[in-house]
């Protein structure tokens, strides 16, 4: 099955790029996404990409998917206060519906 | 649109009670999802359902109980609760061939004492 991994902890300057990585084992995947949960809230979806692709741009976000390996980054540039969240990364396994979250990655945006 | 709703936000129960976790989507998805979601692991598959009358386990189905008699309901029952169980609880749903696109609940708070 999916297994996600992904780094716990990043802390950017205000207006700097913020990269946030993780790591996947199924190939599989025919989707790979990113959320994002604000304190307190549920998980909004921010963006994903079809595994056919490279890369996708959508305004500020960059997503990276490196198929040989399975390695997907997702690049926020013009980091701001509000982008302060915890980011999941997320992979289908095995059935239709079935979501893999990684354990996710704590954004810290200071001035 | 309400999207998904889910009921109680927050509840504290005793060892050994029961409760049901109330999940509501009012975009006639057929597809819907129970995760929960513990500090430093992510959220978790417990039951899912592809439609009315399916469910199907997830990650870590065991203590906890689901049924799908209508398109837009799906509760999630814990029928003796135990401390384990303490968590932050999720429903989600899609609706089939977009699976790309999953909307999220609020999510429910539960502490089991």
């Known amino acids: 099955g999916e297994d996600v991994e992904q780094s716990l902890f990043l802390s950017v300057r205000e207006g700097d790029s913020s990269v946030i990585n993780c790591t996947y084992t199924d190939s599989s995947s025919t989707y790979l996404y990113w959320y994002k949960q604000e304190p307190g809230a549920g998980l909004q979806l921010l963006t994903y990409i079809f595994s056919n692709m490279d890369m996708k741009q959508d305004q500020r976000l960059t997503v990276l998917l490196n198929k040989k390996d399975k390695h997907l980054s997702l690049r926020i540039a013009d980091t701001q206060t509000g982008d302060s969240a915890i980011y999941f990364c997320?992979?289908?396994?095995?059935?239709?519906?079935?979501?893999?979250f990684g354990a996710g990655t704590r954004l810290a945006v200071h001035p | 649109n309400a999207g998904v709703t889910q009921t109680p936000k927050f509840q504290v129960l005793k060892t050994g009670q029961s409760m049901t976790l109330q999940c509501a989507q009012d975009?006639?998805?057929?597809?819907m999802s129970w995760y929960r979601q513990d500090p430093g692991m992510g959220l978790r598959l417990i039951h899912y359902s592809v439609g009315a009358g399916i469910t199907d386990q997830g990650e870590v189905p065991n203590g906890y109980n689901v049924s799908r008699s209508t398109t837009e309901d799906f509760p999630l029952r814990l029928l003796s609760a135990a401390p384990s169980q303490t968590s932050v609880y999720f429903c989600?749903?899609?609706?089939?061939?977009?699976?790309?696109?999953?909307?999220f609940g609020p999510g429910t708070r539960l502490l089991v004492l």
């Open positions: 997320a992979g289908i396994s095995g059935g239709y519906n079935k979501l893999i």
């Open positions: 989600a749903s899609h609706t089939a061939g977009h699976q790309e696109t999953q909307y």
């Open positions: 975009m006639n998805h057929e597809y």
